[in-house]
């Protein structure tokens, strides 16, 4: 799987970040979002909706 944005894969954890400047920017990282849970569909592998955050920073 190949991202557009930033990764870090781990054993059980999986971030994707990005600076978002535009809202291309916006677009490309949403884009990364919805083929992971595509693969994580595929694979039968679910996300824990309470361990997923979101991190903004101005």
Same mark, same amino acid.
């Given at each position: ?5 930033? @990764?870090? %894969?781990f054993a059980d954890d999986c971030k994707l ?7 291309? #920017? @916006?677009?490309?990282?949403?884009? #990364?979002?919805?083929?992971? %849970?595509?693969? @994580? ?8 909706? @309470? ?8």
């Amino acid at each position: 799987m190949c991202f557009l944005c930033f @990764s870090a %894969l781990f054993a059980d954890d999986c971030k994707l970040f990005m600076p978002i400047n535009s809202n291309r #920017d @916006s677009v490309l990282l949403q884009s #990364d979002l919805n083929e992971l %849970l595509k693969w @994580s569909t595929n694979w039968g592998m679910a996300f824990n909706p @309470s361990k997923c955050k979101v991190l903004t920073i101005n």
